[in-house]
């Protein structure tokens, strides 16, 4: 079992940036694929961004590609989504997941195992 507690969120202006983190529990967490998705308002939970199990690979939703950038860090639990040059329709609440699903880069939230609890990210405009 893994638990995973998400932070960084806040509200930040267009334009700017924002890094948040998700810490993950147990001893497990290497052979976790870690992605982040987000849920805005009235919206589904869509993804946002997820990284292999090594780090070695990512994979992006168009929207966010050269904007965002998922790392992870396999000797401290975590994993982190670097957000810039941030927009209004940014804003949503943040969840990180792990997935045992690793044959592709799966978008779909019913294949990740474990979720945060959520973090929000507000961009005023």
């Known amino acids: 079992q893994v638990q995973l507690v998400e932070s960084g969120g806040g509200l930040v202006q267009a334009g700017g940036s924002l890094r948040l983190s998700c810490a993950a529990s147990g001893r497990t967490f290497s052979t976790y694929r870690m992605g982040w998705f987000r849920q805005a308002p009235g919206k589904e939970r869509e993804f946002v961004a997820a990284i292999s199990r090594s780090g070695g690979n990512t994979y992006y939703r168009d929207s966010v590609k050269g904007r965002f950038f998922i790392s992870r860090d396999n000797d401290k639990n975590t994993v982190s989504l670097q957000m810039n040059s941030l927009k209004p329709e940014d804003t949503a609440v943040y969840y990180c997941?792990?997935?045992?699903?690793?044959?592709?880069?799966?978008?779909?939230?019913?294949?990740?195992?474990?979720w945060g609890q959520g973090t929000q990210v507000a961009v005023s405009s």
């Open positions: 997941g792990a997935t045992r699903f690793i044959a592709y880069f799966t978008v779909k939230e019913f294949d990740y195992d474990y």
